[in-house]
């Protein structure tokens, strides 16, 4: 008989919330007729270590708390701009249950919103919950924007964003299975070695890779469990497989769609059971490993059709992240684009001429980031000199055909402005937006250089200065 399986692990045990740090919150009472000194919840959340403080005439920044009578459409379009559209941490909190009938949470996590309560139980419980919330997401922000992170999965956007700030908590917080998907080239490696790399597990071994599509069938018992000497022809030692090395590690089976339906059903009592049997062997070895799994696949049509077990599906797809395609982020192109150029030609610091940041953000991108890392190559071979990289830099295969550039007004723009409307947004809202979005975009693609975005946006570092004051208030 085997021995008893290991257990697969799950969620670590959250902290209690007398062990929740001090965290400084906005809080603003949006509807309900109550001045925050006068808040009770205010009060406990005070009592509890998290330093509420009222709004100021500049608006939010960072994260905070928004308290509320009912659900409206006034508070779902403030959360919206508070929390930037989910990309800083707004918790709605409602005085009573019944302002969430209907699923009116729903409208407000559509918004942004981090999470939804209601005021149904005693303050101090309340406001520990709330604590352990923001410490939880506060120790999560701080692992996404550390250099681990930031120089080896690059982006910006709100789509990316999202993404790490899933990878970040079930690697730190969980040991559970997780399987990543996407498209070809989006970077399903990259976020299992950042995986395991956040991986907290005391005495943490290893990063074991096994590509599927490289498993010969009949040496697949080899490549997962392993050998003893004499156990078929050429066995002349013993050999360890995945599941052995990757033994207080991580083990990172690539292209896991790829796998025959035979191998599918040798592969799940090893990894519902942590046991395995060597080829040729007969004792029952013990194996304990956090299991990443990554295709390019829409697995749940596999297993529809009958092409992957279900069984196993549900073993190794206990969170599943989605790497979205380059283009659902293409705020991401110009910063991952100069990322490459660092990697390629160190100690320098690429600029770009707007003809070549154009195209950059026109060009499609069949194969993603790994596209547009060959092109940022083939760019950086050909640039000589100190200047920034010009037209004359890309080979002639990349240019536009005739002298036709592109408009950037293209369909999306247009459809973008069709939404606006149909949604009863007037002329002087969607100016104001636009020129907002221009300033955020290129003040983040320069870095916060000011003098380099104001340059690119034609006016003159004062007035860059003064519109952004605006925008804040």
């Given at each position: ?413 247009e459809a973008s402005i069709r939404r606006a409307l149909a949604q009863g947004v007037g002329l002087k809202e969607i100016g104001r937006l636009a020129s907002e979005t221009a300033i955020r975009v290129v003040v983040a693609d320069e870095a916060g250089n000011l003098q380099r975005a104001a340059q690119r946006l034609g006016v003159t570092d004062r007035a860059l200065q003064l519109r952004k004051a605006q925008v804040r208030r």
């Amino acid at each position: 008989m085997p021995p008893a399986p290991a257990p697969l692990g799950g969620i670590h045990p959250p902290r209690s919330p007398a062990s929740v740090p001090s965290v400084r919150l906005w809080f603003h009472p949006f509807d309900t007729g109550v001045p925050f000194t006068a808040d009770a919840a205010a009060r406990e959340l005070a009592r509890a270590g998290l330093s509420p403080v009222p709004l100021d005439g500049d608006g939010p920044e960072g994260a905070g708390i928004v308290r509320f009578r009912e659900v409206s459409e006034g508070l779902c379009d403030w959360v919206r701009e508070a929390s930037r559209g989910g990309a800083r941490r707004v918790l709605a909190l409602a005085e009573s249950r019944a302002a969430l009938a209907g699923g009116a949470g729903w409208r407000l996590l559509e918004a942004g919103a981090a999470d939804v309560l209601a005021e149904d139980r005693a303050g101090a419980a309340l406001a520990g919950e709330v604590g352990a919330r923001f410490a939880r997401w506060a120790e999560v922000d701080r692992l996404v924007d550390s250099p681990l992170v930031q120089n080896h999965l690059v982006g910006r956007s709100p789509v990316w964003r999202s993404l790490l700030r899933q990878v970040v908590e079930v690697a730190a917080f969980t040991d559970a299975p997780v399987l990543v998907t996407g498209e070809s080239g989006t970077g399903k490696e990259l976020v299992a070695r950042l995986l395991h790399s956040l991986d907290r597990r005391a005495n943490k071994r290893e990063l074991i890779i096994l590509d599927c599509t490289t498993v010969v069938p009949e040496l697949s018992g080899s490549e997962f469990f392993g050998h003893e000497r004499g156990a078929y022809t050429g066995a002349v030692g013993p050999r360890e497989g995945a599941f052995a090395l990757a033994d207080g590690g991580t083990l990172f089976l690539d292209e896991v769609g790829e796998l025959r339906p035979a191998l599918q059903a040798q592969l799940l009592r090893a990894v519902q059971e942590r046991t395995y049997k060597r080829v040729g062997g007969n004792s029952w070895l013990n194996t304990s490993f956090r299991l990443v799994c990554a295709t390019n696949r829409e697995l749940p049509d596999e297993v529809a059709r009958g092409a992957f077990r279900a069984d196993l599906y549900y073993r190794i797809a206990s969170v599943t992240c989605r790497v979205p395609p380059l283009r659902d982020r293409p705020e991401d192109v110009i910063p991952l684009f100069l990322h490459f150029v660092r990697q390629l030609a160190p100690g320098t610091e690429p600029e770009l001429d707007d003809g070549v940041r154009e195209l950059l953000l026109r060009r499609a991108y069949p194969g993603n980031v790994r596209d547009l890392k060959q092109l940022a190559a083939r760019l950086v071979y050909r640039h000589v000199g100190p200047g920034p990289i010009t037209l004359g830099d890309l080979p002639e295969d990349e240019r536009p055909r005739g002298c036709e550039g592109g408009s950037w007004e293209d369909g999306s723009f247009e459809a973008s402005i069709r939404r606006a409307l149909a949604q009863g947004v007037g002329l002087k809202e969607i100016g104001r937006l636009a020129s907002e979005t221009a300033i955020r975009v290129v003040v983040a693609d320069e870095a916060g250089n000011l003098q380099r975005a104001a340059q690119r946006l034609g006016v003159t570092d004062r007035a860059l200065q003064l519109r952004k004051a605006q925008v804040r208030r």
